[in-house]
């Protein structure tokens, strides 16, 4: 409770339960050069979205989108991914079953591999 997590884990505080260690994943999409938005987005919520809903052992699934903000330039990517597991043994464990391999051949259909990027990540909350 009062130790720190390691890298690529995430301490989750929830009332009158005790910390909640949980691996994050973050991918970092580009569609492919011949998809709109539009059409990336559909299809990633639409297609993508529910494949990897169907991923054992995923804990929490978040896509987020980039909103037009006339203020600020659009961001170099479409869409940030945020997958949760348990730890690094249930992730591995997850891309390797049916429903991880098709999650994961899914995401070939609509980005662009060579531009897209992910890693485990070390998340520290600062404000909740």
Not at 42 to 71: C, E, M, S, T, W
Not at 94 to 114: I, K, N
């Given at each position: 409770?009062?130790?720190?997590?390691?890298?690529?884990?995430?301490?989750?505080?929830?009332?009158?339960?005790?910390?909640?260690?949980?691996?994050?994943?973050?991918?970092?999409?580009?569609?492919?050069?011949?998809?709109?938005?539009?059409?990336?987005?559909?299809?990633?919520?639409?297609?993508?979205?529910?494949?990897?809903?169907?991923?054992?052992?995923?804990?929490?699934?978040?896509?987020?989108?980039?909103?037009?903000?006339?203020?600020?330039?659009?961001?170099?990517?479409?869409?940030?991914?945020?997958?949760?597991?348990?730890?690094?043994?249930?992730?591995?464990?997850?891309?390797?079953?049916?429903?991880?391999?098709?999650?994961t051949a899914d995401v070939?259909?609509?980005?662009?591999?060579?531009?897209?990027?992910?890693?485990?990540?070390?998340?520290?909350?600062?404000?909740?």
């Amino acid at each position: 409770m009062g130790s720190t997590p390691t890298p690529g884990t995430l301490w989750i505080s929830r009332a009158r339960a005790r910390p909640v260690s949980l691996l994050k994943f973050v991918v970092v999409l580009r569609r492919k050069t011949d998809w709109t938005f539009e059409r990336f987005r559909d299809y990633f919520i639409g297609v993508h979205g529910p494949l990897a809903q169907k991923i054992p052992g995923l804990r929490r699934y978040r896509q987020n989108f980039p909103i037009v903000d006339p203020k600020r330039a659009a961001p170099e990517w479409d869409c940030v991914v945020e997958l949760y597991f348990d730890d690094k043994d249930s992730m591995e464990a997850a891309w390797a079953t049916p429903e991880g391999q098709a999650a994961t051949a899914d995401v070939e259909v609509c980005a662009d591999l060579a531009r897209t990027s992910w890693s485990v990540v070390e998340e520290r909350i600062v404000i909740s």
